[in-house]
C-alpha cells in the first residue's frame, strides 16, 4: 500500500456541503496510491481558530499514524498565511505533508516546500505590516474627529457590571479571596467594589 493519508475537506457554513470535496478527494488518492486512513469533515470559517477536525488530524499526525494530509486546495487547510506557515512547519516536523488536489505537495523539507515557506513568511509579515497601517490609519482618523481612545476616567466596564453580585456574597460571608475567583476579578477590585457599595449608603 501506498502512504497513509486522510481527507480534510471543510466549508464555511452549514448551508454548504463537503460531500463534493469528499468525492473528488477519495476519487484523487485512489488514482494517487494513498491509503486512506479516515475522513474529516467541517463546517467553519477559514478564520476560526479552534477547528476541531483539523485539531484531530494534526494529533494523528504528531502521534505518527499518518503520512499526508489530502485537501482539494491549500486555503481549505489554513485559516491565515501565517496558520499556513505554523501548521506546515509542525507537519513538517512529523514527516507529514499536505497534498492539493492538483497533485501539488507541500512538504517543507523539499526545495519547493522551503521555497513556498519564505513566500508564506513574507506574506504574512506582509498582512501583519497591512493591519497595523489600518488600526494606526484608524485611531488617528478618529482621533482627528475629536472621538476619546481607550477606556475613559471612571469608566471600569467589568467591575461595574459585576459589582451588584459582590455585596450579595460578603453578606452571605464569603471572602474577598473567594469573591475575586469566583467573577474573575482582582481582590483589589472587590474591596473597591466593597468601599463604593458604603460610600453610596453612606451619603443616602
Known sequence: MGQKAVIYARVSTSDQSCERQVAELTAFA???GFELVDIYKEIASGTKNNRAARKQIMELAQARMINAVLVTELSRWGRSTQDLL???????????????MSGMTFELTT??????????????QFERDLLSERVKSGLAAAKARGKKLGRQPGQRPKSDRLAPKVPQAVENGRSYRWIARDLGISKNTVGEIVKRRKKAEAEI
Open 111 to 124: 526545495p519547493h516546500g522551503r521555497m513556498m515557506a519564505t513566500l508564506l513568511a513574507g506574506i504574512a
Open 30 to 32: 485512489e488514482r494517487s
Open 86 to 100: 505554523d501548521t506546515l512547519n509542525k507537519l513538517s516536523a512529523w514527516n507529514v505533508s499536505v497534498v492539493a
